[in-house]
């Protein structure tokens, strides 16, 4: 295997030590950075990453909460609690943990959390923010993918990067992320039409569209670098992403594992929009 890997584990625990330092001067200063999680109904695997997202928030030293409701509580209940967090200043994040069940229309959930708290950067205003190159709080996955870029040493000025998959949550702010840092982006998605003809192109290639292994080392560029946000379960229970990673690893200049990559900085970049808010609560934002 000639790639380099890039570690999401080792990024990430380098990452939430300094998040660490910051909880802890923000603590002697009186305040404690607080997550707000709201959990609704019994999908086993939004149960797993809530737990995963408060034991993060344990140890980097920021206070989590979390609100619980049955499947079929009404929606009206969950956007007063979500009232009721926007108004306590005690709060600094609140999160919605999706997908909510069919009673629920989720962007107006998601809108009714404050953009002052919405760490998750899911509401129109830190989207429009986004576009427009302003300070906002950015969806955590892209902005997670953007420091694994970054500590990889990769040249984004100029560079040719090919995002396949177009969600709100990741592939557009990521080709926004991208833009902004002077990269030639082309988004690519199932009505591409030659989607190899795009990815070997590509100098930074990130793909985003929960098939596993769709990405094979014919559709890579060599020496690119690779970023799997994928995440899927195969029939024997493993987990592997969109990339076929054995093979594409033999052309990449450097890749990102699944599991290991991108997945550890997600939360990680939670916490760091969660401290920031808190940060800027108390009137001490970090920059």
């Known amino acids: 295997m000639s790639a ?9 625990q380098r990452v939430r030590a300094e998040l660490k330092q910051r909880a802890d001067h ?27 997202k408060v ?13 619980q409701y049955p ?3 009404a ?9 009721a967090l926007n108004r306590d200043p005690a709060v600094h994040g609140i999160l919605v943990q999706l997908p909510l069940p069919p009673q629920f229309d989720s962007t107006s959930v998601l809108e009714a959390i404050s953009p002052a708290k919405d760490v998750d950067g899911f509401h129109a205003m830190n989207v429009g923010a986004l576009v427009q190159g302003r300070r906002a709080f950015v969806a955590c996955t892209p902005a997670g993918c953007m420091e694994m870029l970054k500590s990889a040493g990769v040249a ?26 002077g990269a030639t982006v082309t988004i690519c998605h199932s009505q591409t039409r030659d989607l190899a003809a795009h990815t070997r192109r590509a100098d930074i290639l990130i793909a985003a569209v929960g098939r596993a292994r769709m990405v094979s080392a014919d559709m890579v560029k060599p020496g690119a670098v690779v970023i799997d946000v994928g995440i899927n379960r195969l029939p024997d229970g493993k987990l592997c992403g969109d990339v076929d990673f054995d093979a ?7 890749i990102s594992p699944v599991p290991g990559g991108v997945g550890p900085m997600t ?20 920059d």
């Open 248 to 254: 594409v690893a033999e052309v990449a200049g450097a």
């Open 55 to 67: 034991r993060a928030c344990e140890q980097a030293g920021l206070k989590s909460l979390k609100f």
């Open 4 to 12: 380099k890997i890039i570690d999401g584990n080792a990024l990430a």
């Open 156 to 181: 984004l000025k100029g560079a040719e990067a090919v995002v396949i998959g177009r969600s709100n949550i990741v592939g557009k702010p990521l080709a926004l992320l991208l833009m902004h840092a």
């Open 26 to 52: 923000l603590g002697a200063r009186g305040t404690q950075a607080c997550l707000a999680v709201i959990l609704v109904g019994e999908d086993p695997a939004s149960h797993v990453y809530v737990r995963n």
């Open 71 to 73: 499947a079929d509580v």
């Open 267 to 286: 939360i990680t970049m939670l916490l760091a929009n969660t401290l920031e808010s808190a940060e800027r609560a108390a009137g001490m934002s970090h």
């Open 75 to 83: 929606p009206q209940t969950v956007l007063d609690q979500i009232d």
